[in-house]
């Protein structure tokens, strides 16, 4: 499967992201610099790491989600593309309106940085399908500005599609019904707080976000 | 021509921010302080040529977020 992670000024998770596809699928990503307008052809997976890109400016992910790249990547994931952002990139997803709801402050204000125990609410998605059902697994998670906020309608209508994906099963960030990581409507969009690309190899500590990849390998190859 | 953007946060969502803010004025004693909220100013020096309507689409693409934030526009004379 041929990959590519989108790197922002600012963006300091897109090595994590590089090593943990690269050993999932085998073939280093392309890295690709956030004022190319085009995409290399024929991806089957597109990341948008975790980081402080822009530093965090007007608000986190607000800027990078109107860089030229992104233009490509919103055509990408409309075409179906599996896209995955995570921590700044979850951010930068709903900030470009691919994801719904805003990533707000921490409610206890601290940057929180450790793992996390959560559950798998969704597991018919390209990238949760190697999850069981309710699953819990343990994630870690570093951010300060994770706490997901979408009106009572807006987040009636996840539940009921299925499209929330992880659940924190422990209070992290104040998250609107400690939702952790969300699908859109295709299914082909997932953004999540925390960072399964650093749960990969036993030396990580467990292999729980190994799995998310093996999934959409798995799914697209 | 100064324009000025104020951006705050919508009436339903919560403010840390504001939270930490009026927890901080509390310890240094000032008493009556009922709620606080922080918000955003933003300062725009624009051309005369620009119009309402294009300082509206600033605030609706980029300057605010209309998912949590409101945003207010004073024009400068």
Known sequence: MKTAVIVFPGSNCDRDLAVALEQVTGRK???IWHTDTELPSGLGFIG????????????????????????AVVAEAERGVPVFGVCNGFQILTETGL????????????????????????????????????????????????NFFA???????????????FRYAEEVNGAARGIAGILNAQGNVLGMMPHPERM???????????????GVLEAVA | ???????????GVLDPQGKAIHHALESLGFSGVNDVRAGKLIELDLAETVTDGEIEEMCKKLLANTVIENYRIERGA
């Open chain 1, 200 to 214: 990969i190899e036993p030396a990580h500590g467990g292999l729980d976000g190994r799995r998310l990849f093996e």
């Open chain 1, 99 to 146: 994801l719904p709801g805003a990533l707000m402050r921490n409610a206890g204000l601290n940057f929180v940085c450790r793992d996390v125990a959560m559950t798998v609410e969704n597991t018919q998605s390209i990238f949760t399908s190697r999850y069981k059902a309710n699953e819990e697994i343990r994630i870690p998670v570093a951010h300060h500005d994770g």
């Open chain 2, 1 to 11: 021509m100064k324009t000025r953007i104020f951006v705050t946060l919508k009436g």
């Open chain 1, 151 to 165: 009106d009572d309608a807006t987040l009636d209508r996840l539940e009921g599609e299925g499209r929330v994906a």
């Open chain 1, 29 to 31: 990503p392309d890295m």
């Open chain 1, 48 to 71: 948008i790491p975790g980081g402080f890109s822009y530093g965090d400016y007007l608000r986190s992910g607000a800027i990078s989600a109107r860089s030229p790249v992104m233009r």
